[in-house]
């Protein structure tokens, strides 16, 4: 048996630990001269939704079940890239993965947009650098390096469509040390992804969102009624690309949900969205 191998078995059948907190950039994240911003903040406005703000040091939060399987989900909540939607887009994600032995990784990306124009840029590096750090540390946390997806919602939806189709165009000096040639996730799992149409034509995908035949797998998750920017269409459009290339992807869309249902038990089909994603990563062979 290969070294390799044999250290991915024991680290594999190690008891789950508590959480671990990765910083991405130990020298701090890459940002424009003079760029400032407040302290980081958590808050609740009453509406029961945790909103983290003001985030200029991203950390990765890995968490290792029991029953660890060797996959991993790097978990990107949504907030229109100026706040994250922290718990029913964030933990309580991660918490019902480790149910299905998935390690998780919990990304907490640069928020609030720092150039509005183009809004995706440091949580793409964010993303990247993640994807590097789960490979080069994938003995440690047990998981296998070719079985390392990605998870969004909203904004973190696109964050998670632009990690798997510009996983490689890099906009920072990278580190061998943390960094990976390939930083393509493996599989990829949008859930309502935002900004992939534009607002005066939801029908149309927008000139990046390119799918090639090396794109990964990816299961897409909406609802109907969702509209704008956010409209269902843009993952019917996507999945449309992938079937053009004939590249495994699979759909859920919806009647009824609106937009940012996450972990929200509405009583609708919606809440369900989870066991139709774990059905897929079982049929994909990352769930057993």
Not at 60 to 85: E, F, H, M, S, W
Not at 184 to 211: G, Q, R
Request: charged share 20%; hydrophobic share 40%; proline share 8%.
């Amino acid at each position: 048996m290969k070294i390799a191998s044999l250290a991915f078995l024991v680290a594999l059948s190690v008891q789950a630990a508590e959480p671990v907190t990765i910083k991405l950039w130990p020298s701090g994240a890459p940002e424009k001269p003079g760029f400032k911003i407040g302290a980081e903040e958590l808050n609740d406005k009453g509406d029961g939704i945790k909103r983290m703000s003001n985030v200029s040091d991203p950390t990765l939060t890995v968490q290792k079940p029991d029953n660890a399987n060797g996959t991993c989900v790097i978990v990107c909540p949504g907030g229109g890239y100026n706040i994250l939607a922290i718990e029913h887009e964030g933990t309580q994600v991660c918490d019902y993965l480790n149910k299905l032995g998935v390690t998780t990784a919990l990304l907490k990306y640069r928020v609030p947009r720092r150039d509005p124009a183009n809004p995706s840029v440091e949580p793409l590096q964010d993303a990247q650098r993640s994807i590097g750090i789960l490979r080069h540390r994938a003995a440690e946390f047990g998981i296998a390096p070719d079985r390392i997806g990605i998870l969004g919602f909203s904004a973190g939806g696109h964050l998670t469509v632009m990690a798997t189709l510009h996983a490689n165009e890099r906009t920072y000096t990278q580190d061998p040390a943390l960094d990976v040639p390939d930083a393509t996730p493996n599989f990829s799992i949008p859930v309502y992804p935002a900004y992939l149409v534009d607002k005066d034509d939801t029908f149309k995908l927008l000139p990046e969102i390119k799918v090639t035949e090396k794109s990964p797998p990816m299961c897409l998750v909406h609802a109907h009624d969702d509209k704008g920017v956010t409209s269902a269409s843009s993952s019917a459009l996507l999945y449309l690309e992938y079937k053009k290339l004939n590249l495994p992807a699979e759909l859920h869309i919806y009647a009824k949900g609106g937009h940012g249902f996450g972990m929200k038990d509405s009583g609708l089909p919606t809440a369900q969205w989870l066991v139709r994603v774990g059905e897929w990563m079982k049929a994909m062979g990352w769930v057993k």
